[in-house]
């Protein structure tokens, strides 16, 4: 973001923030949210780590509760949600009154815990996923996605801005991490299918530079059918009008036939043909694709 970006995402008046965690990420969050003026407390458990945040304006906590109490806002982004539970619940006291924002990557079930804990100490409690590497950090391109406590969500959002485009799901807290290990799941997904068809395509002699152009136009393609096939998740109707599962499953027998024909490992296309072969046992085999979700909602 330019500074004039910074001051449109953030009319109001710059408010003091604490950041818990000087990792590769809680070092961009801080060093973003000094770049926009607000008056920024950092801590972390080893102190050899921030020297260029204090250089350039922040101030260094002796101790977690020291800083907590210098901020407004706290943000919280460290190794996982038990050192998280470790560090903020004896200090409760410290807390109470102001907003705790959980940046560290855990999962739905302990986000929740931290918000009934939070709750109970009358601290108000968001939950996040950063969608973005330390480098994106401070641009609009970078995503932060909060679930919990909607009016801390509101009542913070012109600085939660600046760190990120930021989006609130819902009141349940465990839905931003949700989302987290959605978007996981489907990165692994697309980045295990790559691996796989550049070793397919390098034992016919072509390189994965050469590949990549076709792959990421096939990736577009199919990114355009997800509306689609959501919006029949969400009613139940699955028309095979484009293709059905029976004729992808026949595409799919190919798949693994040619990655044992040229030695490539069969692991993931027999995955994939496992959960169609499934479904057309159900008595699925012409209905479009997206009714094999009934095999991830019941999985074997």
């Not at 953030?10 to 000094?34: C, F, K, R, Y």
């Not at 807390?95 to 009358?122: C, K, V, Y």
């Not at 799941?185 to 070793?199: R, V």
């Not at 026949?250 to 043909?273: C, G, N, Y």
Request: glycine residues 10%; hydrophobic residues 45%.
């Amino acid at each position: 973001m330019t500074s004039s970006e910074h001051d449109h995402a953030g009319s109001d008046q710059a408010g003091s923030v604490t950041l818990l965690g000087l990792g590769l990420m809680g070092h961009a969050l801080a060093g973003t949210l000094l770049a926009a003026g607000h008056p920024t407390t950092v801590w972390n458990r080893s102190t050899d780590k921030g020297t260029d945040l204090i250089s350039r304006g922040a101030r260094r906590a002796d101790s977690a509760g020291e800083a907590i109490t210098a901020g407004s806002l706290v943000i919280v982004c460290i190794t996982d949600n038990n050192a998280v539970r470790e560090l903020v619940r004896p200090l409760a006291a410290e807390l109470r009154g102001r907003t705790l924002i959980n940046l560290t990557s855990g999962s739905s079930s302990e986000a929740r815990d931290l918000s009934d804990w939070a709750a109970q100490h009358e601290i108000a409690y968001l939950d996040g996923a950063i969608l973005a590497a330390p480098t994106g950090i401070g641009t609009y391109e970078a995503a932060i996605l909060y679930s919990g406590d909607k009016d801390a969500f509101d009542q913070h959002n012109p600085t939660l801005r600046k760190l990120a485009t930021p989006t609130f799901l819902g009141n349940d807290p465990g839905l931003a991490a949700l989302h987290d290990v959605a978007v996981l799941g489907m990165m692994w997904s697309i980045l295990n299918a790559f691996l796989h068809a550049a070793a397919l395509l390098q034992s016919a002699g072509v390189s994965a530079t050469a590949l990549t152009p076709v792959l990421q136009g096939g990736i577009a393609t199919t990114a355009g059918w997800l509306a689609g096939y959501a919006e029949q998740i969400d009613t139940g109707v699955f028309p095979g009008d484009d293709s059905t599962i029976a004729t992808h499953l026949a595409a799919m027998t190919h798949l693994v036939d040619e990655s044992s024909a040229h030695r490539v490992s069969t692991d993931l296309p027999l995955q994939i043909k496992a959960v169609a072969d499934r479904a057309i046992a159900e008595g699925l085999g012409q209905s479009g694709y997206a009714a094999m979700i009934s095999q991830f909602r019941s999985p074997e």
